[in-house]
């Protein structure tokens, strides 16, 4: 049975993938959103976690932000422009990141 969408809510969903960028084997732990060698995402949530948008451009990683201890990454699709911004995670790369700080 699929649990209703809630807006507001994350759905978290557990997927492995292959970065379309650079082509590591990303072990996704139902909160990856992007590859964490090169910081490419994928545009696929209109809600985080439902995989409903029809898009799928990749997400290039634009800029960064630090602020209250962790790090925040701005992305912008390069299929339809929107942009985003999501959490940086723990084993993304730190020198790539380090360099999009603005």
Known sequence: MVEPRVPGRFR???ENFTCENC???V???GYTDH???CLYGRHVDIMPGDRSEK???MMKPVHAFYKD???TIS???LKCGIE???KAAPDDNTELLLSLLK
């Open 12 to 14: 978290k969903t557990p």
């Open 23 to 25: 082509g590591v084997s």
């Open 27 to 29: 072990a996704g732990n």
């Open 35 to 37: 590859c964490p060698k």
């Open 55 to 57: 898009c799928r451009g």
């Open 69 to 71: 201890g962790s790090y």
């Open 75 to 77: 992305y912008r699709c």
């Open 84 to 86: 985003r911004r999501f």
